[in-house]
């Protein structure tokens, strides 16, 4: 059975939009006359913001809905692999975030016209353009599936694009005036909507469940079919699995050190702080936040195992839990909100989705324009004469147009792409980030760590790096069919390292300090 949307979930939902419409028209009113406040909002951020808005961007749509599938199917390792985030953020803060504060970036590429030349930056601020192109499409496209399920009961192409439409253009109005200060302030209001909700729905789907706490412990350590799903640590070798030990230290410190250091996506919001330090603050308190949220969700997944799958704790029955919707398959969560979360949650969920997907989308927008601003267009106008800066800022707000429509682009794509896969969301989301991620860490490692490299292989280097993990892919069929996403993104980086340190540096030079 389908439960409907009924009318309080609708005014649950119309709650949400009100907020948003008054928010969008508080910081209307805040005019931005310069990039550096219209992207950097000015250099005011306090550390306790920038964790809140870096938690809220990087938590995304699909830790709303894959955490809670990835512990309905497996365990708590994915908790246990947050320590290469941590480690990661460590590693950002000390070595990279002071090297940008000295040089006043807007962006993080701007390290690349420094070390080598400016068509350096430009290459990486594309494979960053790309990668986040991507990474933000196949998000938004996650967010979309569940808010159309739930919302229509439509599986359709046309309802999940039209549900991807809703998330952009909300995403881009809260973003079009007020720029990355109205960007952060708004990641706080949806960081509290989709935890709260995340909380509510915990609450009461342990309140469906008859057994004790005691009870449930020892009936999942292990489960009968002597699956332990309280582990934390995988310590397999086997390479298909992406959070097992090795990939921890490998792999996903890797794609950490990407996402935090590299991605201007998360970067931007440490540069927006007054200094360094406090830039790295903010950084590393994301991260110690995260563990609670991901334990959070998990925690959800693990209860719908007991929910639907173990009727000696649920009193000797369990409700069906059906893979499928109207032919499209779907994850345990969504199918726990359309068949048992009642009306009024049902919505707060519905907002909880949403306010995940906006939070993650905004952010993106106003990451990509201001790279497709400081990195390409200001230095192609000022090469002709220069223009004001409030000529840029218009710019940066039409950039965000652009990247929009691109975005929604691979939304749509998503559908196609993930739609007979049985890949679960958060191997999803991920994997698609490791495209762009391998070279620009191969360049970055070479650049920052040795005295080697030219523009020439840091342009071959990049492309080296995506087609690298390009070709490890399963539907190419050349190689390494099977390898988890942290070890392709392991060669990857190799190769790209490998390539951009060939030649050696110019005579005198040095790795920035």
């Not at 951020?45 to 894959?66: D, E, F, K, R």
């Not at 947050?82 to 990279?96: G, K, M, N, R, T």
């Not at 009936?219 to 310590?235: E, R």
């Not at 334990?295 to 000696?312: C, K, N, Q, S, W």
Request: proline letters at 4%; hydrophobic letters at 55%.
């Amino acid at each position: 059975m389908t439960l409907q949307f009924a009318a309080l979930d609708w005014i649950v939902v119309g709650a949400y939009l009100l907020a948003m419409v008054g928010g969008g028209w508080a910081f209307s009113r805040v005019r931005t006359t310069d990039t550096r406040d219209y992207f950097l909002a000015g250099g005011s951020i306090p550390a306790w913001l920038a964790a809140i808005s870096v938690l809220s961007a990087t938590q995304s749509a699909a830790t709303y809905l894959g955490g809670p599938d990835y512990g309905f199917r497996n365990d708590y390792t994915y908790l246990g692999a947050v320590v290469s985030p941590i480690l990661a953020a460590f590693f950002v803060a000390h070595v990279l975030i002071p090297r940008f504060y000295a040089m006043r970036a807007t962006t993080v590429y701007e390290l690349l016209a420094v070390r080598f030349d400016v068509r350096a930056m430009r290459w990486a601020g594309g494979m960053f353009l790309v990668g986040r192109v991507l990474a933000g499409g196949s998000r938004v496209y996650l967010a979309a599936i569940a808010l159309a399920m739930v919302t229509t009961g439509g599986v359709s192409a046309q309802s999940i694009i039209a549900a991807a439409g809703v998330v952009m253009i909300a995403a881009f109005l809260f973003t079009f005036v007020g720029g990355l200060r109205s960007v952060i302030w708004n990641d706080l209001i949806q960081f509290v909507i989709y935890v709260g909700s995340a909380i509510a729905v915990l609450i009461f789907l342990r309140w469906s469940i008859p057994a004790t706490n005691a009870e449930i412990i020892a009936g999942i350590s292990p489960t009968p079919a002597g699956v332990d799903k309280l582990k934390l640590f995988d310590f397999t070798a086997d390479l298909t699995k992406p959070f097992g030990i090795i990939a921890v230290f490998t792999g996903l410190f890797l794609l950490n050190v990407g996402n935090s250091g590299l991605d201007q996506d998360t970067t931007q919001r440490l540069l927006a702080c007054p200094d360094a330090k406090t830039g790295a603050r903010g950084l590393i308190l994301s991260q110690l936040a995260s563990v609670p949220l991901i334990a959070m969700f998990l925690t959800i997944g693990v209860l719908l195992h007991v929910f639907y799958e173990r009727p000696d704790l649920m009193g000797g029955a369990t409700s069906q839990a059906a893979a499928t919707f109207a032919g499209e398959k779907v994850t345990i969560f969504v199918h726990y909100i359309l068949t048992e979360v009642p009306s009024g949650l049902r919505g707060l969920v519905t907002i909880g989705v949403m306010a995940a997907a906006v939070a993650t989308t905004n952010s993106a927008l106003n990451a990509m324009s201001s790279v497709m601003v400081s990195d390409f267009y200001r230095p192609f106008r000022e090469a002709r004469g220069g223009a004001s800066e409030r000529h840029f800022v218009h710019a940066g707000r039409i950039g965000m147009g652009i990247v929009g429509v691109a975005m929604f682009g691979m939304a749509a794509l998503s559908y196609y792409w993930q739609r007979y896969s049985d890949t679960p969301l958060l191997e999803f989301a991920l994997q698609v980030m490791v495209f762009a991620y391998a070279g620009l860490l191969g360049v970055y490692f070479v650049a920052v760590f040795t005295t080697r490299g030219s523009t020439p292989s840091v342009i071959a280097a990049l492309i080296g790096g995506f087609a690298t993990v390009l070709a490890m892919q399963p539907f190419m069929g050349l190689m390494a069919k099977g390898l988890a996403f942290p070890y392709q993104l392991c060669i990857g980086t190799l190769v790209a390292a490998l390539i951009c340190a060939v030649p050696r540096g110019k005579k005198g030079g040095t790795a920035p300090a």
